[in-house]
């Protein structure tokens, strides 16, 4: 298995700092969201059932004609590599590592490729793997290009996948639209933007053929009745997404500027984090860490990501750490 | 897709009968279980993690040293015959027929065996897999006829898989104590005994090597949050099982009492449905359908399943309907 953020009980050992202590940065999630709507006791008691107001709810919120819920995008990332044989696959790097994993695991042969390549390397893919907009670099695509490159591959029977686990609070650059066709994989997660990772739930966006195959391979009931409940209510709160839509907004701008103004300009980032690259990476995350704050260490190149604090004593916090690393170390630097 | 019984809505709609007013009799699910606990909000909020209490808390309740849990015993019928290329795999007749699609969705080779018979085929067998109880059937084997046939499929590589779905209130009859042993792979169902179908979760007892291979396949943060929390808190109420396995054992003992008042015998059962084999099953099931009463129908050999009633009202409800059932139909067959 892949390390990933969120491993906080790890970190709370091996830092010797009590769970509740923390100040969780490491994931890419709305630290704050809604409360909970009532989830019937059938929910829980009773199988989930396909009718049940949620894929209803789902088409509205995404605009498809059709969609399949999954327990977790992460569901969809492990089955889609089944759905072909010895493909050729074009992905970025540095980009989300499951990806990459699970297309591997399938015996599918992985191309990392730099953006400035796929224009020439798409005619070797079968399929290209994107995420729009990437993590951890925060990296967009405009849809026309990806439309573009999506064409070019269909032609020939590739895919392109389009990961869009971050994508809710700008979906003006969302390819969900035009997910009805053949070739076009749209992958959507529930939890980042509404709050909720616990929930296990994602959503393809793709031509019914394929869902129907993807159903096969994931079998019946794969998301929990509560979550079901759960997801259907805050998929129609139109006006509670607008409120987390801005909200996150200027948290990510709020954050970026904190960044900045501690040195520590972001090189990138998104509504749900900002992305640094800096030499020193590895020795701030560490920093960071025994100051009781979990950011996500990338290696190559030496980075780390920032989530958003969910709360004013949060960005106190940050604001306190950022400014003791920089007297500690700013000098020898 | 296979069909299922628990498809409540489909049944509501063809036989127009409000979705409030049937009583659901086609699931072998506890109608009946816990207040659920207080979910943390964190449950919702944040990625499961491993180290929650979860895994201990079932290594206790089964009695196992290493289990892993899933998303319901659903995903690893699923995943299990991606772990070998080309099997033999031996299946009594009738029996939950998920697996058999799984295995055959693999690749592997089918064979339909008797009882009477797995003595004699298990030579030519790779993977020998039974339900005990079985369901529909009710069939119990014996942990000690199961280790026999187990030990001789694992000296050649082979598996015994146990899905004991239906096993907790019988657990003495469980192989779940031996699930450390190469080769011998035991399932089992969370939300049956306890109530809760929706809460997806089940549990995979066998050797760390193929536990290890399974999360490969089966991806992190299957199980959702919530579903978590509250299975910690029900697998560790000794004093709330004790208290569900009586009163479930004491309920399907009436249900088979009741059947047998009106002149429908079951054929075998167990703590959670009772089977019952008659030539007009079919004819059976559309009157109790008629009358808001669903069952689960079985084609070969024609049978009906019949899950316990909730309450007074649904014992008083499909008592009745049993004996107009009989007063309109006892006459012509």
Redesign the interface.
């Known amino acids: 298995?892949?390390e990933?953020g969120?491993?906080?009980?790890a970190a709370s050992l091996r830092f010797g700092i009590p769970l509740a202590d923390w100040l969780?940065l490491s994931?890419g999630?709305a630290?704050y969201?809604w409360p909970?709507p009532d989830i019937p006791?059938?929910?829980?008691?009773?199988?989930?059932?396909q009718?049940?107001g949620l894929e209803s709810a789902a088409c509205d919120y995404y605009g498809v004609d059709s969609l399949l819920p999954v327990?977790?995008s992460?569901?969809a990332?492990?089955a889609l590599p089944r759905l072909r044989r010895n493909a050729r696959v074009g992905m970025l790097t540095p980009a989300y590592a499951?990806h990459a994993a699970?297309w591997s695991?399938e015996g599918h042969r992985l191309l990392a490729i730099g953006e400035a390549d796929i224009e020439r390397e798409l005619q070797r893919l079968d399929v290209l793997l994107l995420i729009n907009p990437n993590n951890p670099t925060g990296r967009r695509f405009a849809p026309e290009q990806l439309l573009s490159w999506h064409a070019r591959l269909a032609e020939r029977g590739g895919w392109l996948v389009v990961d869009e686990a971050f994508i809710d609070c700008t979906p003006q650059h969302s390819l969900a639209a035009h997910s009805g066709r053949p070739g076009l994989i749209v992958l959507r997660s529930f939890g980042k933007f509404f709050?909720?990772?616990?929930?296990?739930l994602g959503f393809v966006l793709a031509p019914p053929p394929l869902l129907e195959r993807l159903?096969?391979?994931?079998?019946?009931?794969?998301?929990?009745?509560?979550?079901r409940a759960?997801a259907t209510a805050l998929l129609q709160d139109r006006v509670g997404q607008q409120v987390q839509r801005q909200r996150l907004c200027v948290d990510s701008e709020r954050l970026a500027a904190l960044l900045c103004g501690n040195g520590l300009a972001p090189t990138a980032g998104c509504a749900l984090f900002q992305w640094l690259v800096v030499p020193h990476a590895p020795l701030l995350h560490e920093f960071l860490a025994g100051h009781g704050i979990l950011t996500r260490l990338f290696d190559s190149p030496p980075s780390l990501r920032f989530g958003l604090p969910p709360d004013e004593p949060g960005w106190l916090r940050l604001r306190q750490a950022l400014q003791l690393f920089n007297k500690d170390f700013t000098c020898p630097l």
């Open positions: 298995m892949l990933h969120g491993r906080l009980r969780d994931t999630l630290p969201g909970l006791a059938a929910a829980w008691a009773r199988l989930p059932e009718d049940d327990a977790g992460q569901a990332i492990q499951e699970a695991r709050g909720l990772a616990g929930i296990r159903a096969e391979l994931l079998g019946p009931w794969a998301v929990s009745g509560p979550s759960v």
